[in-house]
């Protein structure tokens, strides 16, 4: 019978292993760090692998959040990686977002965040429906530490380009209770805070913009909703040398 492994030292086996694993995302954002100003040729052969060796590092942060301030010293070239992959490589731009709230669960993070110019490159004004929530999340993270303004994120003019869910769902942030009051009233308050809240007027309520499909018959293309009956058309039967179907609207 192999002899069992007292707890302290699984703990400390457990401890170093993530030690290790957030050695090796440090090493990671170092690397991206080095590739943020890199010419085109150099930054487009090296990202990918990069983002790989990031996504992996940023599982075990969510593990272990704290590991993050004590074994991954912030860099603000690691920011500007994030900041260009965000503008220049679609593709990548929601890894870009979900790295980047990550790392501001970090007070170190978030304070070098604070210091970068061209905070609009990240690109919030890209977010579709369907990464709504990360956006608005990723938003409000950065309003409520400090790390940037509104209009440092996109102009009043790009307001009107914003996925109305989006700014519906930050508005809804700024009035939680456990968000900082003066931060929201400057928010909301200021021209793209006025701006933000037309835009989510222009959200569809539940229900009143049902997806249509189209149904190609006898009487051409008409859209139809989820509740409505469709037509039904029959064949008949098939005749004439080029075999054309006779259709005829059902019941």
């Not at 100003?37 to 599982?59: N, Y």
């Not at 942060?61 to 991954?72: H, Q, S």
């Not at 939680?176 to 701006?195: K, S, Y």
């Not at 959200?203 to 139809?224: D, M, N, W």
Request: hydrophobic share 45%.
């Amino acid at each position: 019978k192999k002899p069992a492994i007292s707890k302290p030292i699984l703990v400390f086996f457990i401890s170093s292993l993530k030690i290790q694993l957030m050695a090796k995302l440090a090493e990671a954002l170092q690397e991206a760090a080095s590739l943020a100003d890199q010419d085109e040729k150099a930054f487009g052969s090296g990202c990918s692998a990069v983002l790989s060796r990031i996504k992996r590092g940023m599982s075990e942060v969510r593990k272990a959040p704290e590991l993050l301030d004590k074994e991954v010293p912030a860099d603000c070239g690691a920011w500007l990686f994030l900041l260009r992959v965000a503008s220049e490589r679609p593709a990548f731009a929601k890894q870009a977002w979900e790295t980047a709230a990550v790392l501001l669960g970090s007070g170190a993070w978030t304070g070098t965040f604070a210091l970068l110019e061209d905070k609009q490159r990240l690109g919030l004004t890209k977010v579709g429906a369907r990464d709504a929530k990360l956006g608005a999340n990723l938003l409000l993270r950065l309003l409520s530490a400090g790390a940037a303004e509104i209009d440092d994120l996109f102009t009043e003019a790009q307001t009107s380009s914003l996925e109305p869910a989006l700014c519906q769902m930050v508005l809804e942030g700024l009035g939680a209770e456990d968000f900082p009051n003066a931060v929201a009233e400057a928010t909301l308050t200021n021209p793209i805070g006025v701006a933000l809240r037309e835009r989510a007027a222009a959200t569809p309520l539940t229900g009143s913009h049902e997806e249509k499909r189209r149904v190609v018959g006898a009487g051409g293309r008409k859209a139809f909703s989820k509740g409505d009956d469709l037509p039904v058309y029959v064949c008949e039967g098939i005749s004439g040398s080029h075999q054309n179907m006779e259709i005829k609207k059902g019941l």
